[in-house]
Structure formats: structure tokens, C-alpha cells
């Protein structure tokens, strides 16, 4: 199949129309590819619509963003069916109770498949926004193939990268939204520790570029990519494919998954295998 990993930079928007003329634009660009990823946090753009008062507000900018969850589904469901594409879009605030979660839903030719909640928040989330975590990850048995999500600061903790894997995962995707390049490189680093360990492919994909009307989004560092093991079937770098430092666009790459099972059975090294023997070494004696 086809990826296309985002690298994706939030623009003032002066109308809903404006947003969907621009998601349509970037999907129109990477007409062919079957799977597209957009970044975490990339539905914060939405706050633009109420006002640069709203947009520049903390706690009024969620709720602004997630009051166009409805029309954003459509505008995805719209998409995916016309292109016949799986569409992961760009993640934002619900409300599931009195404080937002941080979502991502994937879409594809049929419909909706399902979304994924952010596990675990950073300092930022959970001491200055207050935007919570929804324990419960979930493996997307897809046409493509087995779909897991970790969105972002979730891919620099292995043992969700597990819990995916040993469901089934084949691809883990990666939204993320990084305000320093440091942080940028913590997820970039997760994400290819969880190819190698569990021997799957996983699609990073950024916000990038400064934004000057929300202090959530103000500073966006990154670049897309696309990573598999370095185990014999990949490239020996790990890195498929992957963009330039801060450029927005799109990185594509042809991907079998085929060969994520000769990885696992056959590769090099064996860390998807050999993982449980971690569990009688680990311990200091």
C-alpha cells in the first residue's frame, strides 16, 4: 500500500469552508495513497473560527475546536469515500464528561472504523489545559491491516507499543504535535524503538510551523516519516522514507506488510519474539 505522512502546518482559518477547502487540497495532493495520517493536535486550526479572543484563550479554544466534530467527520467520511482512502484525521479536544480528551479518529471508505484516545498526557496537558487521558488503547482491523494509534507523547512508552504488537498490530501510526525540536526528537526516537522492538511499521507525522493566535500550538517543530526494523527486510537505516526539518507537505512510501511477518518470523534479530525473556533477566539480584 501507499502512506502518506503529514508534516502539517495550522492556518487562521475565517470559515468552516476555508478548513474544508483546505483538508480537501491536502487530500487531493496525495491522490493514490491509501492511507493518510494527519498530526495530533491539527484540529486546534478550528479555533481560528471563533475569534482571535476564543482562538488565543486556553480553556474557550477547546471548547470551540470541538464543537465542529460533527462537520469535521463529514468533511473525513466525505473524503475517504470519494478518494477511497483510510483517512487518520488530525487529532482535537472532546468532551466525553467535564474535561476533554485528546482524540483521533480514523476513517475509511465505508465509514468511520473508530478513534483512539491519548493515554498519557504530557506536563503541558495535564498541569496547564487540563485535557485528560482515556485509558484503553484499540487494535483497527482494517482492509489495509491491523491499525494501531499512539498519539504522540504515547509512543515513548514501550509497553503500549507492546500491548498493540501483541494484539496484532502490523502499523502503529503516530500523530504528534512537538514544540521544541527536542521533543520532536523523544517521539521520533519512541517511534523507532516501537519498529524495532515489535517489528512493525509506524507513520509519524508532525505539526509544523509557528502559529501566533493560540498559546497551545504557538511553536510547532518536525518532519514526517515513515520508519520500519532494521532487521534485513528494511532499509538499514530504519527510516523508509521521510521529509525535510520543518517543511510542511506530504512523505509517501510503498509499504507491504508482508513483510512485517517475515520480520517477525525470520528477521535478523528476533525482539518481537524474544521479548518475554526480558521478564527473567530484567531483575537485579
Given at each position: 500500500m501507499k502512506i502518506a505522512s503529514a508534516a502539517y502546518p495550522m492556518d487562521w482559518l475565517d470559515s468552516f469552508d476555508a478548513y474544508a477547502d483546505k483538508i480537501t487540497r491536502w487530500v487531493q495532493a496525495a491522490e493514490g495513497a491509501d492511507l493518510l495520517v494527519f498530526p495530533e493536535y491539527g484540529a486546534m486550526e478550528l479555533a481560528s473560527l471563533g475569534g482571535r479572543d476564543i482562538a488565543g484563550d486556553l480553556e474557550r479554544s477547546l471548547h470551540e475546536v470541538a464543537r465542529h466534530a460533527d462537520a469535521v467527520a463529514d468533511l473525513h467520511l466525505r473524503l475517504a469515500r470519494d478518494h477511497g482512502c483510510h483517512i487518520l484525521a488530525a487529532s482535537g479536544p472532546a468532551f466525553t464528561g467535564d474535561r476533554p480528551?485528546?482524540?483521533a479518529v480514523l476513517f475509511g471508505p465505508d465509514g468511520v472504523i473508530g478513534h483512539q484516545d491519548k493515554q498519557i498526557m504530557t506536563r503541558f496537558e495535564r498541569d496547564d489545559w487540563d485535557v485528560r487521558g482515556a485509558p484503553g488503547l484499540r487494535l483497527f482491523d482494517t482492509a489495509l491491516g491491523r491499525i494501531g494509534i499512539l498519539i504522540c507523547y504515547d509512543s515513548e512508552f514501550p509497553l503500549l507499543g507492546r500491548v498493540l504488537a501483541t494484539a496484532g498490530a502490523e502499523l502503529i501510526l503516530v500523530p504528534s504535535c512537538t514544540d521544541t525540536v527536542a521533543g520532536f526528537h523523544r517521539v521520533r526516537i519512541g517511534s523507532?524503538?516501537?519498529?524495532?522492538?515489535?517489528?512493525c511499521v509506524v507513520v509519524h507525522a508532525p505539526t509544523v510551523c509557528p502559529v501566533d493566535w493560540n498559546p497551545a500550538i504557538d511553536e510547532n517543530h518536525g518532519k514526517a516519516?515513515?520508519?520500519?526494523?532494521?532487521?534485513?527486510?528494511?532499509?538499514?537505516?530504519?527510516?523508509?522514507?521521510?521529509?525535510?526539518?520543518?517543511?510542511?507537505?506530504?512523505?509517501?512510501?510503498?509499504?507491504?506488510?508482508?513483510?512485517?511477518?517475515?520480520s517477525r518470523?525470520?528477521?535478523?534479530?528476533?525482539?518481537?519474539?524474544?521479548?518475554?525473556?526480558?521478564?527473567?533477566i530484567g531483575r537485579i539480584k
Open positions: 480528551v485528546n482524540r523507532m524503538a516501537r519498529a524495532l522492538e515489535s517489528q516519516a515513515i520508519y520500519g526494523p532494521p532487521d534485513g527486510f528494511w532499509p538499514e537505516t530504519g527510516i523508509i522514507s521521510e521529509g525535510e526539518m520543518d517543511q510542511p507537505g506530504w512523505v509517501f512510501a510503498e509499504v507491504d506488510l508482508n513483510r512485517v511477518k517475515k518470523s525470520d528477521g535478523a534479530v528476533l525482539p518481537f519474539a524474544h521479548w518475554p525473556e526480558q521478564d527473567g
